[in-house]
T-cell receptor
Framework: EAGVTQFPSHSVIEKGQTVTLRCDPI?????LYWYRRVMGKEIKFLLH????????ESGMPNNRFLAERTGGTYSTLKVQPAELEDSGVYFC?????FGTGSYNEQFFGPGTRLTVL | GENVEQHPSTLSVQEGDSAVIKCTYS??????FPWYKQELGKGPQLIID?????GEKKDQRIAVTLNKTAKHFSLHITETQPEDSAVYFC??????????????FGKGTHLIIQP
C-alpha cells in the first residue's frame, strides 16, 4: 500500500512569489492534516480536514495560507505571497476515520522543504 | 492550548547502552501520547504510543512511561543500535469523542549512537 506522498520534495522561491504544495493521503483515509516545522523548532499543527471539510484550522498562521481538499482526496496548501518566515518543512499526515470515539495513527509523508529567499 | 517540552535536544550514547528522552506537557486533559522517529529524508513514523489510562507500555527494546500526576512521559530505548540514530519527537493530544485533532509536538531529540 502506498504511503502519504507529497510534492514537491523541495521548493525554493523568492519572497512575494506563490507556492502550492500538494499532499496525496493514503487511499481511503478521510482525515488529512498539515503540519509545519520551522528550523530547530517543534512540528506545529496547521489544519485538519475530514474528507473535504475543514475540521480545525486554528494553526494556520495567517490569511496568506490557503488549504483546499476538493473532492476529499488530495489536498493543496498555497502560500501567497510567501514571506521569509514561511521557510520550513511542511508535512502532511493522514489517518482513517472510523467514526467519533476512535483515534487512529497519523501517517506522515516525507515533507516538502520550502525555502523563501 | 497544550505545550510540550522535550529534553535533551541532543543525546549521544554508546552502542549497546540505553537512551532516555523526557517530555512534559501542560494540559492535564491530554490523554494520548505518541512517540515518532524521523530518519533523514523521511517523515515522522510512529514507534510507540500510550494512553492516559496506562502507566507503561513496552515493545521489544522500546518502552514508554507516563506519570499523569507530574504530566511527564519518557521514551526508553535499551541495547541501542546504529539504526536507532534519528530525531525523536514526543507529542500529546486531547482526544475527545468528536474525533482526532492535531498533535502538539516537542522540539525533537537528535539521538546519536556512537559505535
Amino acid at each position: 500500500e502506498a504511503g502519504v506522498t507529497q510534492f514537491p520534495s523541495h521548493s525554493v522561491i523568492e519572497k512575494g512569489q506563490t507556492v502550492t504544495l500538494r499532499c496525496d493521503p493514503i487511499s481511503g483515509h478521510d482525515n488529512l492534516y498539515w503540519y509545519r516545522r520551522v528550523m530547530g523548532k517543534e512540528i506545529k499543527f496547521l489544519l485538519h480536514f475530514v474528507k473535504e471539510s475543514k475540521q480545525d484550522e486554528s494553526g494556520m498562521p495567517n490569511n496568506r495560507f490557503l488549504a483546499e481538499r476538493t473532492g476529499g482526496t488530495y489536498s493543496t496548501l498555497k502560500v501567497q505571497p510567501a514571506e521569509l518566515e514561511d521557510s520550513g518543512v511542511y508535512f502532511c499526515a493522514s489517518s482513517p476515520f472510523f467514526g467519533t470515539g476512535s483515534y487512529n495513527e497519523q501517517f506522515f509523508g516525507p515533507g516538502t522543504r520550502l525555502t523563501v529567499l | 492550548g497544550e505545550n510540550v517540552e522535550q529534553h535533551p535536544s541532543t543525546l549521544s550514547v554508546q552502542e549497546g547502552d540505553s537512551a532516555v528522552i523526557k517530555c512534559t506537557y501542560s494540559d492535564s486533559a491530554s490523554n494520548y501520547f505518541p512517540w515518532y522517529k524521523q530518519e533523514l529524508g523521511k517523515g515522522p513514523q510512529l514507534i510507540i504510543d500510550i494512553r492516559s489510562n496506562v502507566g507503561e507500555k513496552k515493545d521489544q527494546r522500546i518502552a514508554v512511561t507516563l506519570n499523569k500526576t507530574a504530566k511527564h512521559f519518557s521514551l526508553h530505548i535499551t541495547e541501542t543500535q546504529p539504526e536507532d540514530s534519528a530525531v525523536y519527537f514526543c507529542a500529546a493530544l486531547l482526544f475527545s469523542g468528536g474525533g482526532a485533532d492535531g498533535l502538539t509536538f516537542g522540539k525533537g531529540t537528535h539521538l546519536i549512537i556512537q559505535p
